[in-house]
């Protein structure tokens, strides 16, 4: 039961991996976007992770003319859309810059064309949204990535979980738990659920999470999460929808601090005495 990501071996004995998650929240700006993998990168984070979508193909027809305020003014949906995607001169240069900044990264693809356009990069990674989930045809298109797909649970039963478990398979693969709410309610979290994920499929699992504190993720280490993402912003006032919900700078770093912190304070599950508490049991011998 592990995923290899890169050089990175993740199973039971490994540290955990943590995700950045830009996402869109670069507003398709590539400055703002090295600075949030600068950033992520400081605070410890393994990688980072963007969204690639084909507008045309994944956005709704009925949404497609909706007009919407944005910072550039008023236009569709769709030109939106268009307006905050990064296309292949952008990825080039993300692909570039983490490798200068030594961070992983990858994307979540959301249609067929952007799995075509992944292929040239040769992905370490691949994320199913909680979306595709359901969509067997999809899953069955990325696997000609032929890469380490991560899958994501939020707002899926196990009848879902179980088909797409069995298109993708469990060997090299991972799947989160995920509650699709945007924040998502202390006590909709369920992070039980990463060990009954683990003992149902024995897949390599973790908690992607929409949560604003960053406590969540060192938290599921304790039912057994390897892979913790979290949605990642510099500033969660910026425009977009998924910044408030996001961890700032300082939020992340707090989030891989604890995560750390967790695993060095594990232990094997031997009950010992320590040198230290010999010679503190030493001294107080006789007190009452």
């Not at 370490?124 to 999809?138: E, G, Q, T, W, Y």
């Not at 039963?157 to 398979?169: H, I, K, N, R, T």
């Not at 738990?177 to 699992?205: E, G, H, W």
Request: some cysteine.
């Amino acid at each position: 039961m592990e995923i290899k990501i890169a050089e990175k071996i993740i199973n039971k004995e490994s540290d955990a991996y943590v995700i950045a998650e830009i996402g869109l929240n670069h507003n398709g700006d590539m400055d703002l976007a090295k600075k949030l993998i600068i950033e992520a990168k400081r605070a410890g984070s393994n990688a980072v992770k963007f969204q690639k979508r084909f507008p045309d193909e994944c956005v709704p027809e009925d949404k497609k003319k909706e007009i919407r305020m944005t910072p550039w003014g008023e236009m569709s949906y769709l030109d939106y859309r268009f307006k905050v995607e990064f296309d292949e001169k952008e990825y080039d240069e993300i692909a570039v810059f983490c490798k200068k900044e030594e961070i992983d990264w990858f994307v979540s693809v959301w249609d067929h064309s952007s799995i075509d356009f992944m292929k040239k990069y040769d992905p370490i990674a691949v994320k199913v949204p909680s979306d595709k989930m359901n969509d067997l045809i999809f899953l069955e298109k990325m696997k000609e990535l032929d890469c380490p797909i991560i899958m994501s649970s939020g707002g899926t039963e196990y009848d879902v979980l179980d088909a797409a478990v069995e298109c993708l398979g469990v060997d090299n693969n991972a799947l989160l738990q995920c509650t699709s709410i945007y924040p998502c309610d202390t006590n909709q979290m369920n992070l039980a659920v990463i060990k009954s994920l683990i003992d149902r499929y024995k897949i390599v699992s973790g908690l992607s999470s929409h949560h604003t504190s960053p406590v969540f993720g060192s938290f599921s280490l304790a039912y057994g999460a390897k892979i913790i993402e979290q949605h990642f912003t510099l500033n969660r006032a910026f425009w977009g929808s998924d910044q408030s919900m996001s961890l700032e700078p300082r939020g992340l770093e707090l989030l891989v601090k604890y995560i750390r912190m967790f695993e060095q304070s594990d232990g094997d599950g031997i009950k010992k005495v320590y040198d230290q508490e010999k010679k503190v049991l030493a001294r107080t011998s006789g007190r009452g």
